[in-house]
């Protein structure tokens, strides 16, 4: 038989699907795995379907000098918690989801928009403690979203959603920023030549690139110096393309306006100065937590997984 580790709990319908060939251990911890824990495990496993946090890394993949993995079939998007090329000099096909997280994501994307612009958060945390006293023609003014700009820093599958949804749901200009160009956004959008030039032309800057060594740190103390001061940064990429210190300086400062969060670069250790600020509306990393999104990702994790058992060639193989 050859040996699966599924590294978390997923729905039982995705486990149902695989590979009768399987010999499946699901591990009933949701936290991640230690390094010692996946060290182990990949002498141990076959395949590894992991996800977000668990650890491999190139020191972590480097200590499993006899690994017996031959592939990780990550569930999600996102792999940079995983060094690609580290695992696959030790023999590792890496795999991913791409597709079933980009409508859901690009939806909280919006909701991060609304509610901090909005001071949605605010709002309700009045109305629960009580603090709430009547409406007036005063109380909790925020910034209109209908017909401002929207600058989207990566446009792919997530960032065209997002542009979608801006576009066509609430009128706004669309401009962005992409490393490469992009012959069809998808909507009516400019693409500007620098990350400044987008900070500093939008209301609303909405982080959907990927993690990656390029874009660690991308949005820094020098790019939000560009932008506006009643802008909104909004991130629901990775929590390590903000620099989490520059944001809680800029926020303090008043050099922007507001944040919505959904992931941060200590995950899941959230700075109490951001916890503490009203201007910013924070999610425990709901980009893709929807019962139908998680199982599409399962879906294609298996799918991954069931193609390199049958020799056959893995549908979203990375690198």
Not at 22 to 31: A, G, H, L, M, S
Not at 127 to 156: D, N
Not at 297 to 311: D, E, S
Request: glycine content about 10%; overall charge negative.
């Amino acid at each position: 038989m050859t040996r699966l580790l599924i590294t978390r709990p997923l729905p039982d319908v995705i486990t149902s699907l695989l590979d009768s060939r399987f010999d499946v251990d699901i591990r009933p911890e949701t936290q991640p795995l230690t390094p010692e824990e996946m060290v182990a495990a990949l002498r141990r496993y076959d395949a590894i379907l992991p996800t977000l946090g668990d650890p491999l890394g190139g020191e972590v993949i480097a200590q499993a000098v006899d690994a017996k993995c031959k592939l990780l079939a990550n569930f999600g998007v996102g792999y940079n918690h995983i060094d690609v090329a580290a695992a696959q000099g030790a023999g590792m096909a890496v795999t991913n989801t791409p597709g079933a997280v980009t409508d859901a994501t690009a939806d909280i994307a919006i909701t991060l928009m609304l509610m901090t612009c909005r001071r949605a958060g605010e709002g309700e945390r009045a109305v629960r403690s009580g603090a709430w006293e009547g409406w007036h023609p005063t109380q909790f003014l925020g910034q209109h979203v209908t017909g401002k700009t929207i600058g989207i820093i990566g446009m792919g599958r997530i960032g065209k959603a997002i542009a979608k949804r801006a576009a066509f749901g609430f009128d706004m200009d669309v401009v962005f920023y992409n490393r490469s160009k992009v012959a069809d956004p998808g909507v009516p959008a400019r693409q500007l030549e620098t990350l400044a030039e987008v900070c500093g032309a939008a209301d609303i800057v909405v982080m959907a690139v990927p993690a990656t060594p390029d874009t660690h740190h991308m949005m820094d103390a020098e790019a939000m110096r560009h932008m506006r001061p009643h802008a909104v940064l909004v991130n629901i990429a990775r929590g390590d393309v903000v620099d989490e210190a520059a944001l809680i300086a800029a926020l303090q400062s008043g050099q922007i306006g507001g944040a919505g969060l959904d992931v941060y670069e200590f995950e899941p250790v959230v700075p109490n100065a951001l916890k503490d600020m009203e201007n910013v509306t924070l999610f425990p990393h709901l980009g893709t937590a929807a019962l139908e999104v998680r199982v599409d990702m399962g879906l294609i994790a298996v799918a991954n997984l069931n193609a390199w058992i049958a020799g056959e060639p893995l549908p979203n193989a990375i690198g």
